[in-house]
């Protein structure tokens, strides 16, 4: 087995906890659009997966209406998702132990760069990592595949020794996809059974587990 250089991170319900923000930027997208989010829509399901498909998918919303929705959205998100996000527990000392350890850390996630490279400063999280990689802003690239590619394109990485972190399917299939190992978290938005039928290396249930699994002095379970 290869070493691993390289650890690729998700951002929404991986290192950050943002589904306040998300839904309440989703709701006013939709009254903009003169639509209205049912009061029991639950929008776990949706954290992860791109803007544009949602719209469509869930709310049968397409074309220039989808695009005027995701311009409103984003609107909300810029203001409000620092107040109404978290970074989760324990991850602060997971990166500086990794960054420590050696690692390059990078983020690989749905959002476009430059607003996943907002929420990292505004959660103080931006220092640790060495780039960010997300959907192009014209949706051109915008599955989780696509974005992992781009990743290793972008940032020179070899598949072998990179590994992806993400909480869910679509991050490990797109791990799998690219030739990367992948570790799952089960403390975000997917589920258990979506996590295993992606087949990760390993499923952690608390940031705090994820270390050990790659510092040789917590055990090393690659």
Known sequence: MKELHNILFDLDGT?????????ASLSY???????????????????????LEILADTFGITGQRAELGIRHYREH??????????VYDHVEELLERLDRA???LFVATVKPAPIAEKVLRDMRLRPWFSGV???SMDHSRRDKSA????ALEQFGLAAEHSLMIG????DISGARHNGLRAVAVSYGFGSL???????PDHIVGCSSEIAPLLVPTGGNGF
């Open 15 to 23: 290192l950050v906890d943002s589904s306040r923000a998300i839904r």
């Open 29 to 51: 997208a939709l009254e903009r659009l003169g639509s209205g989010m049912p009061p029991d829509q639950g929008i776990e399901a949706f954290i992860g997966l791109p803007l």
């Open 77 to 86: 998100y810029d203001e409000h998702a620092q107040s109404e996000s978290r």
């Open 102 to 104: 050696g690692f390059r």
């Open 133 to 135: 990689a997300g959907s």
């Open 147 to 150: 974005i992992i590619r781009h």
């Open 167 to 170: 909480d869910r399917g679509a």
């Open 193 to 199: 059974e979506e996590l295993l039928a992606a087949g």
